[in-house]
């Protein structure tokens, strides 16, 4: 009866064990800080081209840039 008490004991100090908790919430920040960045430069993407080459162009002796 002790034995199955003890074990008992360590099975629900097992459930209380809380050391993989920051990494899944570290882990599910940088998941989400991904997606927002897919997120943006998929949407701004061509903006964001127009005006790297905008800048580009206007820096003097820089060849101009090429549009794909």
């Known amino acids: 009866m002790t034995k199955l008490y003890v074990h008992l004991i360590c099975f629900m100090n097992a459930l209380k064990s809380k050391k993989g908790q920051g990494m899944v919430e570290y882990g599910l920040i940088i998941g989400l800080i991904a997606v927002g960045v897919i997120v943006i430069l998929t949407t701004m ?8 080459t905008t800048v580009s162009n206007a820096l003097p002796g ?7």
């Open 45 to 52: 993407g061509g903006k964001l081209q127009g005006l790297f």
């Open 62 to 68: 820089a060849a101009p840039a090429a549009n794909p």
